[in-house]
């Protein structure tokens, strides 16, 4: 439907604004060089759509195969490598940005699996999976522990909006309500988490022999 193709685009471009921007953001702070700046912008922002839609079978995935995705993500890592202590004027600007980022994702793939005919679980687990596929692949990259495995909540967020946007489709409600309601209860929780430290229960260490 051009409705939802419409839809998806303008939600995985956003998606890949923000998350490009948290990438840059990430690597200015690391000091590393230009070229490291837009490798960082590029990976946070396509890696996790890359990954959803080969899953999928939408080869070429749309990170590849649309110029578009590229050049927003050039542009978003460009601004922050040129402007980054305006960005960092923000508060916790990379948080804000990776939240940002998270939740639209969420919602973009969560949408983009049901319409590949997917069921509503793994259409929220891969929408979940879109979300903190860039997030990992920039921690990685920045030899960090990736945030989706520290104990805050970050795939816990990303699974309520898609999970949102699975249940909103069952119920046969408008897409584009159901996918804003999905990306403001991700980014809310994700915030809130944040704010108010709130955690998963951690492992316990190992006691010394």
Do not use: H
Request: glycine letters at 10%; a positive charge.
């Amino acid at each position: 439907m051009p409705t939802l193709k419409t839809l998806l685009l303008v939600f995985d471009l956003c998606g890949t604004f923000v998350f490009a921007l948290s990438g840059a953001l990430a690597a200015v702070r690391r000091r590393l060089d230009l070229f490291g700046v837009l490798v960082l912008a590029f990976a946070a922002a396509n890696s996790g759509g890359i990954v959803r839609d080969l899953l999928i079978g939408a080869t070429p995935p749309a990170a590849i195969a649309d110029w578009r995705y590229g050049a927003v993500a050039t542009v978003a890592g460009l601004l922050t490598f040129w402007w980054a202590p305006l960005i960092e004027k923000l508060k916790n600007p990379v948080r804000m940005f990776d939240a940002a980022g998270l939740a639209l994702f969420a919602v973009a793939g969560a949408q983009k699996a049901l319409s590949f005919g997917l069921d509503p679980v793994m259409s929220a687990l891969l929408g979940m999976l879109t979300g903190i596929g860039g997030g990992m692949a920039r921690d990685l990259l920045l030899t960090d522990i990736p945030m989706v495995l520290r104990a805050d909540l970050y795939a816990v967020a990303a699974l309520l909006g898609a999970v949102i946007v699975v249940c909103g489709d069952a119920l046969g409600l408008p897409m584009a309500v159901v996918a804003v309601l999905g990306a403001a209860a991700c980014f809310v929780l994700r915030m809130l988490a944040l704010r108010r430290g709130w955690q998963l229960p951690t492992a316990r260490g190992a006691r010394k022999s």
